[in-house]
């Protein structure tokens, strides 16, 4: 069965510093992956997605991550926090099935990203 | 190009009353997609769905949830006599189908269960 961890249910950063947002996954079969942030009271919004190839993915927002199969790993990353990145994160995963529809995600318990003035 | 539509927003209901939520599929997309998220949790799947036909509803309470997405109009997530367990932000996605599209999240309904 697929499942997602994400580290950290809290992570507080400084104005211009490093975001890192961890996420592990277990899957049977190769992944894909996703990360979603959430603004209160609102929907998610894709930031961004792995499914094959190159494995360091860039996203919206100056956000990046990278896939690695041998740590099952997806680890989202920002190097300069800005305070409209004060959100919630999703790290989700979904197997392809459904003739190829990637609707049925398994999402990990969210990170609330904090940043500092 | 209109997003995911749901509607209500917000809605309120007294224990046993029951709760209809509408979920308007992105223009082209036909696969729509529940999902309930509770305090302090990620969101959960409920049931994905094609016009007139549910694909997969693994993830539905075996009692009191239904949904439909019928030939024309909106995907109705249906909750009969609600209990306060069920207060939650229930999130509809749609994708167009096809192999290796994304899908895309409405901005929720959030029912409150007094």
Redesign the interface.
């Known amino acids: 069965a697929q499942s997602v961890t994400q580290l950290g249910s809290h992570v507080s950063v400084s104005e211009g510093a490093l975001v890192l947002l961890r996420c592990n996954y277990s899957s049977s079969v190769p992944p894909y992956l996703f990360w979603y942030v959430q603004y209160p009271n609102q929907g998610l919004q894709l930031l961004l997605k792995y499914t094959t190839g190159a494995t360091l993915v860039k996203g919206i927002n100056g956000f990046e991550a990278e896939f690695k199969k041998s740590e099952t790993s997806f680890h989202l990353t920002k190097p300069s926090a800005h305070m409209s990145d004060a959100a919630e994160y999703f790290c989700a995963v979904s197997e392809v099935n459904y003739g190829g529809s990637q609707g049925n995600l398994i999402f990990g318990k969210g990170t609330k990203l904090s940043v500092k003035p | 190009n209109a997003g995911?539509m749901q509607n209500p927003r917000h809605l309120v209901r007294r224990r046993g009353q029951e709760a209809r939520l509408r979920c308007s599929p992105m223009k082209g997309h036909s696969?729509v997609?529940w999902?309930r998220q509770l305090p302090?949790?990620?969101?959960?799947?409920m049931v994905?769905l094609q016009k007139e036909n549910i694909?997969?509803e693994s993830g539905m309470p075996k009692e009191r949830f239904s949904a439909e997405f019928p030939k024309e109009g909106p995907s109705i997530l249906r909750i009969q006599q609600v209990v306060r367990g069920d207060s939650a932000a229930y999130?509809c996605?749609s994708?167009p189908?096809?192999?290796?599209?994304?899908?895309?999240?409405?901005?929720?309904s959030?029912l409150t269960v007094v």
Do not use: R
Request: hydrophobic share 35%; proline share 0%.
């Open positions: 995911v696969h997609y999902y302090e949790e990620g969101l959960k799947f994905y694909i997969d999130f996605a994708s189908g096809a192999s290796g599209n994304t899908i895309y999240f409405g901005e929720g959030w």
